[in-house]
């Protein structure tokens, strides 16, 4: 066996002024995975923002229970209890289903947070009245079933058009509002779908009859659920009997789906109106104007977003709206009296 001798261990001779570029390509890789696994990392521990977080507590865990309205409709409600609010304050989300707001509500520490599946679609009869004056006192009913003397309402198109409606007629048991791509306010110039409400066109503005059953089978049918569009869910063709039931409510909505700024005025309680930038649906200037109609309103604008808030963007709106209820403490408590800012939109 042949012993290498001393100069295979000597290191290469580079000459005075030139340089190792072996020895730089190796440096710059390695400082290159440096910066990299440092960059990962810092990302791993640095916390996500507030309202990201509050998204993953668990609020899916959490079963549903169903309040039953002296007409007979059974209300799906989630509750998180807490006390961390002014006793008898809690956050009341309404919606169509549990399922709309779940990534979309922030939860936070010690809240009593209330989810609901208002009246409409996921408790439904067809022998029932679904117009704003019912259903809003319908919000007033549940409320005291649910022993809420003073709400933060948090919902979503025709359910904001009854959350506002409500705290006009209410002011004293409403503390705010957040309202996302509200009804209620006849538009300046009314888009294709906007002008189709106005003139009773119930066709151009519901989906077709045979796919109108594609939100119900749409979710989870775990028991949290149970009883959530479950007279639709028994008929034998699921489409068309959804379909009647979106034109039932439809017809009941429209004579109020657009109506003066003059209404709004008498909502007194802090409001934060949030519309995606760049939807189709209904023109972004109106987030600015439904704002001004309020006595205290603020916008906040979803970039990137079409005209399905609480499905394109829940992040942004979970954050908006933690944002906008920390400014309420922030601003001298809940409930308490906030700046107008009507025309600042908040570019989330």
């Not at 066996?1 to 020895?23: K, N, Q």
């Not at 609901?116 to 067809?126: E, N």
């Not at 309420?328 to 809940?334: A, P, Q, S, V």
């Amino acid at each position: 066996m042949r012993t290498p001798g001393p100069a295979a261990y000597a290191s290469p001779i580079v000459e005075p002024g030139t340089l190792d570029l072996d020895f730089l390509l190796r440096f710059t890789l390695i400082g290159l995975a440096v910066a990299i696994g440092g960059g990962l990392l810092l990302r791993l521990l640095r916390p996500p923002p507030r309202a990201r977080r509050l998204l993953r507590e668990g609020w899916d865990e959490l079963a549903s229970r169903p309040v039953e309205l002296a007409d007979g409709h059974l209300v799906a409600v989630r509750e998180r209890p807490g006390d961390a609010l002014p006793p008898g304050e809690a956050r009341v989300v309404l919606g169509p289903t549990l399922v709309e707001w779940g990534r979309a509500l922030p939860l936070e520490d010690g809240e009593r947070v209330l989810l609901v599946a208002f009246p409409g679609l996921a408790a439904y009869d067809p022998k029932a009245r679904y117009d704003v004056a019912t259903q809003v006192a319908r919000l007033g009913e549940l409320l005291d079933a649910l022993d809420v003397r003073r709400a933060h309402l948090a919902a979503a198109d025709g359910f904001a058009l009854f959350a506002w409606r409500y705290a006009a007629a209410h002011p004293e048991r409403v503390a705010s509002l957040v309202l996302v791509r509200p009804m209620g306010l006849r538009p300046d110039a009314p888009s294709e779908e906007e002008q189709a409400w106005l003139d009773g066109d119930l066709d151009a503005v519901l989906p077709p009859a045979e796919v109108a059953g594609d939100w119900l089978r749409g979710l989870p049918k775990r028991p949290s659920w149970a009883g959530e569009g479950l007279a639709l869910r028994a008929a034998d063709d699921l489409d068309a009997a959804a379909h009647a039931c979106l034109r039932h409510l439809a017809g009941d909505l429209a004579p109020d789906a657009f109506g003066p700024a003059s209404a709004l005025a008498a909502v007194k309680a802090p409001a934060l109106v949030v519309w995606g930038q760049h939807d189709r649906g209904s023109e972004p200037e109106n987030a600015a104007r439904f704002a001004r109609a309020l006595a205290d309103g603020r916008t906040a604008m979803l970039d990137g977003c079409r005209g399905a808030p609480l499905e394109e963007r829940p992040e942004q709106v979970a954050e908006a709206t933690h944002a906008f209820w920390v400014g309420l403490r922030g601003e001298g408590g809940e409930g308490g009296e906030a700046a107008k800012v009507a025309d600042d939109e908040a570019r989330t």
